[in-house]
């Protein structure tokens, strides 16, 4: 088992910034892959980025692509996601999701994900 736990988020204006983190324990984190994916009130689950398990190779949606940034600590067990540029359309509950695998990339769907935190909320005002 792997619990996650995410943190960071909240309130900001447009334009604004936001760190958000996802904390692992459980098992060797540096074996999985991990992703980012949000839902908006109404819409479905979207994927937002992954990383793979040596953080070697990332992916984004186009819709973040060069605002966000995907990063991980293996050493402190936490995934990162940094979101500049925010928007109000970025507005959603934002997942964390890991992935054991080998592979050289992380996976972009959310049914590939094996564990999920709780969600944190980003609330972007225009």
């Known amino acids: 088992q792997v619990q996650l736990v995410e943190s960071g988020g909240g309130l900001v204006q447009a334009g604004g910034s936001l760190r958000l983190s996802c904390a692992a324990s459980?098992?060797?984190?540096?074996?999985?892959?991990m992703g980012w994916f949000r839902q908006a009130p109404g819409k479905e689950q979207e994927f937002v980025a992954a990383?793979?398990?040596?953080?070697?190779?990332?992916n984004y949606a186009d819709s973040v692509k060069g605002r966000f940034t995907i990063s991980r600590d293996n050493a402190k067990n936490t995934v990162y996601l940094q979101m500049n540029s925010l928007q109000p359309e970025d507005t959603a509950v934002y997942y964390c999701?890991?992935?054991?695998?080998?592979?050289?990339?992380?996976?972009?769907?959310?049914?590939?994900?094996?564990?999920w935190g709780q969600g944190t909320q980003v609330t972007v005002s225009s």
């Open positions: 990383i793979s398990w040596s953080g070697g190779n990332t």
């Open positions: 999701a890991a992935k054991w695998t080998t592979a050289a990339w992380g996976p972009l769907r959310p049914h590939e994900y094996d564990y």
């Open positions: 459980g098992r060797t984190f540096s074996n999985y892959a």
